[in-house]
């Protein structure tokens, strides 16, 4: 069964450093999603991606976030300078109809 | 702004008994899909049950259905014969049909299921 992929699992990094968040969705969907989690809270939409442009945003993405979908498979996350208060876990999803789930990255930064 | 309400922060069930998560939400629009999604301490997004609002009759699966009254905007999960797989946090989810666009997500704050021997 096709499945939505992330990498890495987990990435460990200093604040103020770039990270990439990798994400390869299920290959006949058309509509990207990521999400965080904060340990301990409510999964929260950060972005939606259709025809290769972002469809819709939250208030948490804001200039230090990009995606980008950058061939035909893979789906990027990118924090550019990253705080202490992005440490969560980040979930890439994609649908068809019902949005599948990627079994996430956690992201800590120290 | 659509908003999910989940008013139960913890549950407990027996193996082998039934339990029901609640689930209430609220919006002006009448046509939208609402979920159920499981997540193990894996901390993967596994989802459970669909069902479409235009759709009258409740969504089931296996072991899992749900009672939807759209007038009260009210979807709750029931398990049936739980197991202690079941042990979970779950998280109902609404998104609205809209077709061209990449309509989001907007999640419930969780139940954290204990299943019990």
């Known amino acids: 069964e096709p499945e939505v992929t992330q990498t890495p699992s987990h990435q460990v990094t200093q604040m103020g450093q770039e990270v990439i968040l990798r994400c390869v969705p299920i290959s006949n969907h058309l509509y990207f999603y990521w999400y965080r989690q904060i340990l301990g809270q409510k999964v929260e939409f950060l972005v939606s991606?259709?025809?290769?442009?972002?469809?819709?945003k939250s208030e948490i993405f804001d200039d230090q976030f990009s995606v980008e979908r950058p061939d035909g498979s893979n789906f990027t996350l990118k924090i550019r300078s990253t705080k202490l208060e992005d440490s969560a876990m980040y979930f890439c999803a994609s649908r068809a109809g019902t949005q599948y789930f990627g079994p996430g990255t956690r992201l800590t930064v120290l | 702004a659509q908003t999910v309400t989940q008013s139960q922060p913890e549950m407990s069930v027996q193996e082998a008994e039934t339990v029901t998560l609640s689930c209430t939400y609220d919006?002006?629009?009448?046509?939208?899909?609402l979920f159920w999604y499981k997540q193990p301490p894996s901390r993967q997004m596994i989802l459970v049950i669909r069902q479409e609002a235009y759709k009258q009759q409740n969504a089931t699966e296996n072991r899992f259905s749900v009672n939807f009254q759209k007038a009260a905007k009210s979807f709750s999960l029931k398990i049936s014969d739980s197991q202690l797989g079941d042990a979970a946090m779950y998280f109902c989810a609404y998104r609205l049909i809209n077709t061209g666009t990449a309509s989001k997500l907007t999640f419930g704050t969780g139940t954290r299921l204990q299943v019990t021997l």
């Open positions: 991606f259709y025809n290769n442009e972002i469809s819709e």
């Open positions: 919006t002006s629009e009448s046509d939208y899909y």
